[in-house]
Nanobody, 124 residues
């Protein structure tokens, strides 16, 4: 059974940094991608970063302009989202998810397993 548990959210001041963790289990490494998404109140869920478990390649959304990036431990059991230079508009619930087809990408509809989300609030 695929399980995902996101953690590490909280309240942070604008300009600060935060690292989220996603504990992933039950997936077959090499056959899936693990991604980070966020959803702000009243907005659609959007893709941030993802890692391809077949080769460890990572991809980060251009609109974040390098402020966020994804990494993982060697076994890819834990995937991290490193967030820097946080802004109030980064306030959202952040989710990790698995695309079992393996391709990943930034479209939430491509992902079929989701964690419960962790709230990040950035104060001005």
């Amino acid at each position: 059974e695929v399980q995902l548990q996101a953690s590490g959210g909280g309240l942070v001041q604008a300009g600060g940094s935060l690292t989220l963790s996603c504990a992933a289990s039950g997936f077959k490494r090499g056959d899936c991608a693990i991604g980070w998404f966020r959803q702000a109140p009243g907005k659609e869920r959007e893709g941030i970063s993802y890692i391809n478990t077949s080769d460890g390649s990572t991809y980060n959304a251009d609109f974040l302009k390098g402020r966020f990036y994804i990494s993982s431990d060697n076994a890819m059991n834990t995937v991290f989202l490193h967030m820097n230079s946080l802004r109030p508009e980064d306030t959202a619930v952040y989710y990790c998810a698995i695309d079992s087809t393996g391709w990943g990408m930034f479209d939430p509809s491509d992902y079929d397993y989701w964690g419960q989300g962790t709230l990040v609030t950035v104060s001005s």
